[in-house]
């Protein structure tokens, strides 16, 4: 039975109770909001005993026509909300239901271990954050959602199409994060979440560096991660234990990781030096770079190097810094 015939099936039956206890003169049960009370403590066999018939009339009407039937309309009406809340669990196991989000980290595509393995990090690094960022994994692969207690789930069709990605919201994301199988998916994804989504941050992961510099010629605003494993052999083969260097600095698990700050606005300009000593007097914390408004990066800048409002600043540290007193570095 549907919703409205259930509503109209119990109003009917309200209807018929109090007739029936109306013609067998039961007064004290038909005066509202009594006969409500009354109507559903009987019907769902919780007989407080505090309101009963006292005719015998009044107690046919209620052993023959109000529990039987009102305990028939109580189950069907706990079994349909039970059927809806499991549909709903199945629709969101299965990717199926419509997600109401913003500002939402969105992940597109999926990798196995190596999805995985980035989901496991985006809730640690969002441990270590004030806003607590809804994690949205939106596949065409034929899984259900590998983190149901964690995450949202979305399956779509194509990463491409309006009707799919608006259920994953694509448009309110503030981080999108491309990584598929094939670079030409990740091509085609990202051109298209630029168009739906241009004030976002769009990450897409390349295994071909030629198409990630591709794609930033026609999209400069979207950030490119291209494979670094290479590399990062070369670099260990002269360097000994350079890679095992840079895992630890993005690894956020354990030790020391790579963090970032945006400056605010001051009523004073403040140096690199200025910065850098602060941050690793009161925070154990050392800069190595900076990004400006323009996302030009400059790894190990000069300490009377002059920061601006909006500039990004890279350190590292154990933990992200959650409070940092600006102005009182201005005092040196």
């Known amino acids: 039975m549907r919703w409205y015939s259930i509503v109209l099936a119990f109003f009917l039956y309200g209807l018929s109770c109090w007739l029936l206890l109306a013609w067998a003169d039961e007064q004290a049960l038909t005066q509202w909001p009594d006969f409500l009370y009354f109507l559903v403590v009987t019907s ?15 107690r046919y009407v209620v052993s023959l026509f109000v529990i039987p039937v009102g305990l028939s309309l109580f189950a069907l009406i706990l079994g349909r909300a039970a059927a809806w ?45 004030a806003e607590q960022q809804s994690i949205v994994l939106c596949v065409k692969a034929e899984i259900d959602n590998p983190m149901p207690d964690h995450i949202e789930f979305v399956r779509v069709e194509s990463f491409n199409q309006d009707g799919d990605m608006n259920k994953a919201c694509i448009s309110q994301a503030s981080v999108i994060i491309i990584d598929n199988e094939h670079d030409d998916i990740t091509m085609t994804t990202a051109l298209y979440a630029n168009q739906r989504n241009p004030h976002g941050h769009i990450l897409a992961y390349f295994h071909d560096e030629s198409l990630a510099r591709l794609l930033q ?4 605003n979207v950030e490119c991660t291209p494979s ?18 840079h895992h630890d600095l993005l690894s956020v698990q354990e030790g020391q990781a790579q963090y970032s700050v945006t400056l605010p606005e001051l009523g004073k300009k403040l140096t690199v030096g200025q910065v850098f000593r602060a941050l690793k007097e009161k925070h154990d914390a050392t800069l190595i770079g900076l990004a400006d408004q323009q996302k030009r990066i400059e790894l190990n800048p000069p300490l009377d190097k002059s920061l601006s409002a909006g500039d990004k600043l890279y350190y590292i540290a154990v933990n992200r810094i959650r409070q940092i007193d600006w102005e009182s570095m201005h005092v040196q």
């Open 228 to 245: 670094v494993a290479v590399e990062m052999l070369a670099k260990s083969a002269f360097d000994p234990g350079s890679s095992a260097l």
């Open 217 to 220: 010629t026609h999209c400069p």
């Open 85 to 129: 809340v499991s549909s709903q669990w199945f629709k969101g196991v299965k990717g199926l239901k419509q997600l109401h989000v913003d500002n939402h980290i969105l992940v597109m595509g999926w990798n196995g271990q190596r999805t995985l393995h980035l989901l496991n990090l985006l809730l640690r690094e969002r441990q270590h954050t």
């Open 44 to 58: 769902s066999t919780v007989g407080y005993g505090d309101l009963s018939p006292a005719s015998e009339a009044g």
